[in-house]
T-cell receptor, first 115, second 118 residues
Framework: KNQVEQSPQSLIILEGKNCTLQCNYTVSPFSNLRWYKQDTGRGPVSLTIMTFSENTKSNGRYTATLDADTKQSSLHITASQLSDSASYICVVSEQEDTGRRALTFGSGTRLQVQP | EAQVTQNPRYLITVTGKKLTVTCSQNMNHEYMSWYRQDPGLGLRQIYYSMNVEVTDKGDVPEGYKVSRKEKRNFPLILESPSPNQTSLYFC?????????????????FGNGTRLTVT
């Protein structure tokens, strides 16, 4: 069964500090991995997408990495801001034979940035 | 503004009283989907629609119905709600359900409907 596991479940850091969130998956065949940010009371919003051939991708202060061999991804947040307080969800896409992609969602990491 | 709109945002109802949660998108997306989000479980797919008049079950379809009569609308129907359907529900859409090369388009989510069934 395809699974996506995220760690830690929750994290509290001080404003200005860096942090790294982890995502391990067992989805196969792998198509791509996307990180979403979900603010409280809002729907998730895509931050970045990683394909098999990509190791690192940045979006401002967010940097995602992917190791397709070990099936691990991380999301690094640099110089955190209060607005980074949110849940971060890892979503892995499987390529079905029909061409349709099936998504497996992680349960998210809840990040709280304190002043 | 491109968006997915869900209504209502909050809903409290009683067991057995039929309800409908509406979802509308203004981006001409082919693909629409419903998810429920419960603590510790992440987002789970209820139903999805590849296009008008084409719907299919997701991972947790029991107790739910959907319809896709128009491209923009994808309502979620609970014919006889039960307390275990208390959850946070999200509607999402994307241009296509298929991969385009190695990339696929992101899901665009609504802001959620918090449903409580007593």
């Amino acid at each position: 069964k395809n699974q996506v596991e995220q760690s830690p479940q929750s994290l509290i850091i001080l404003e200005g500090k860096n942090c790294t969130l982890q995502c391990n998956y067992t989805v196969s065949p792998f198509s791509n991995l996307r990180w979403y940010k979900q603010d409280t009371g809002r729907g998730p919003v895509s931050l970045t997408i990683m394909t098999f051939s990509e190791n690192t991708k940045s979006n401002g202060r967010y940097t995602a990495t992917l190791d397709a061999d070990t099936k691990q991804s991380s999301l690094h947040i640099t110089a955190s801001q209060l607005s980074d307080s949110a849940s971060y969800i890892c979503v892995v896409s499987e390529q079905e034979d029909t061409g349709r992609r099936a998504l497996t969602f992680g349960s998210g990491t809840r990040l709280q940035v304190q002043p | 503004e491109a968006q997915v709109t869900q209504n209502p945002r909050y809903l409290i109802t009683v067991t057995g009283k039929k309800l409908t949660v509406t979802c509308s998108q203004n981006m001409n997306h082919e693909y629409m989907s419903w998810y429920r989000q419960d603590p510790g479980l992440g987002l789970r797919q209820i139903y999805y629609s590849m296009n008008v008049e084409v719907t299919d079950k997701g991972d947790v379809p029991e107790g739910y119905k959907v319809s896709r009569k128009e491209k923009r609308n994808f309502p979620l129907i609970l014919e006889s709600p039960s307390p275990n359907q208390t959850s946070l529900y999200f509607c999402a859409s994307s241009p296509t359900p298929y991969s385009s090369g190695q990339y696929n388009s992101p899901l665009h989510f609504g802001n959620g409907t918090r449903l409580t069934v007593t």
